[in-house]
């Protein structure tokens, strides 16, 4: 298995601007999950799917930030409009909901937004 | 209550030595305590998880020692190794882990 696999790797955009981050979840696993990494706030869950349904969104910090997940081999993290204060590194990780043990969440190398 | 707080921000051991990382936590609902590694440019990886039913768990030469009373974890690195170097995340759950809350990590830089 390839892993969890995301694009872009890199995006520098300029405030203002549409971001959308995609991300490809490990086949099988039943949840999905967006997570955010500064320096500043260290890594924060942003939100997260079982089975292509949002369950808890409530890390997610602003209307600005929406993400989707159409089908289980698919997911996008948006932000629009874009700020400089959104430069991170965004992760997508995927976790099957069975087996020992059942909490591991495979991540993905993530990708470095920065918002100019 | 949600928070996990983790300590030191960062670790300079010598190679050999013993590397050691303290989480602390409040919500007694969290049953589920897992260590991430991160090295530059990547995701987190699980490392080593421990559930409360249980006072230590050992995988080579890393250790999570728990204590439920005072609501503590810590991760032992024996024997620190230079490819050890990297950031350490501790972290806690609950229901089934789903809802992790990650401490704000840890870097160890081990000496060659």
């Known amino acids: 298995d390839a892993g969890v696999i995301q694009s872009p790797r890199h995006e520098v955009t300029e405030m203002g601007q549409e971001v959308t981050l995609r991300c490809k979840p490990i086949?099988?696993?039943?949840?999905l999950f967006w997570y955010r990494q500064t320096m500043m706030r260290g890594l924060e869950l942003l939100i997260y799917?079982?089975?292509?349904?949002?369950?808890?969104d409530s890390g997610m910090p602003e209307d600005r930030f929406s993400a989707k997940m159409p089908n289980a081999s698919f997911s996008t993290l948006k932000i629009q409009p874009s700020e400089p204060r959104d430069s991170a590194v965004y992760f997508c990780?995927?976790?099957?909901?069975?087996?020992?043990?059942?909490?591991?969440?495979?991540f993905g190398p993530g990708t470095r937004l920065t918002v100019l | 209550q949600q928070q996990v707080k983790q300590s030191p921000q960062s670790l300079i051991v010598q190679k050999g030595g013993i590397s050691i990382i303290n989480c602390a936590y409040e919500n007694t609902a969290f049953d589920y305590f897992p260590w991430y590694q991160q090295f530059p440019g990547k995701g987190p990886a699980l490392l080593i998880a421990?559930?409360?039913?249980?006072s230590e768990k050992k995988e080579g030469r890393f250790t999570i020692s728990f204590n439920k009373s005072a609501k503590q974890f810590s991760l032992h690195i024996m024997d620190s190794q230079p490819g050890d170097s990297a950031t350490y995340f501790c972290a806690a759950s609950s229901g089934g882990g789903f809802k992790t809350i990650f401490g704000a990590g840890t870097r160890l830089f081990v000496k060659a």
């Open positions: 421990i559930r409360p039913d249980v």
């Open positions: 990780a995927s976790s099957p909901s069975l087996g020992e043990p059942q909490s591991e969440q495979f």
């Open positions: 799917f079982n089975n292509n349904v949002p369950i808890d």
């Open positions: 086949s099988g696993h039943d949840y």
